[in-house]
């Protein structure tokens, strides 16, 4: 059974960086597609990065590119998200999201295992 936990969420001012940690684990982490979404009150939760098992291949959502970095380290089991110039908007509880496959996928649906969520509030 995978489980994924969270870690590194926080209270940030706008322009800060914060770096989320999702520790897995549970076989075959290295071979896992590795995701972050969020989910903001009353909005649908929202794809933000995914990246491939080997790290070569990673996908993020218009909203975050140039801003945010994906990450993982096979040797750890975890998983990162490096935010830097935070925005109010980036406001959300984040969520860290495993599924088995070659290439990173952009829905919450494609996505089996979950974490239980970190919270990030930015302050204007």
């Known amino acids: 059974q995978v489980q994924l936990v969270e870690s590194g969420g926080g209270l940030v001012q706008t322009g800060g960086s914060l770096r989320l940690s999702c520790a897995a684990s549970g076989p075959t982490f290295s071979s896992r597609v590795m995701g972050w979404f969020r989910q903001a009150p009353g909005k649908e939760r929202e794809f933000v990065a995914a990246?491939?098992?080997?790290?070569?291949?990673?996908y993020y959502a218009d909203s975050v590119k140039g801003r945010f970095a994906i990450s993982r380290d096979n040797s750890k089991n975890t998983a990162y998200l490096q935010m830097n110039s935070l925005k109010p908007d980036d406001t959300a509880v984040y969520y860290c999201?495993?599924?088995?496959?070659?290439?990173?996928?952009?829905?919450?649906?494609?996505?089996?295992?979950w974490g239980q969520g970190t919270q990030v509030t930015v302050s204007s």
């Open positions: 999201a495993g599924r088995s496959g070659m290439l990173p996928r952009t829905t919450p649906d494609e996505y089996p295992y």
């Open positions: 990246i491939n098992w080997s790290g070569g291949t990673t």
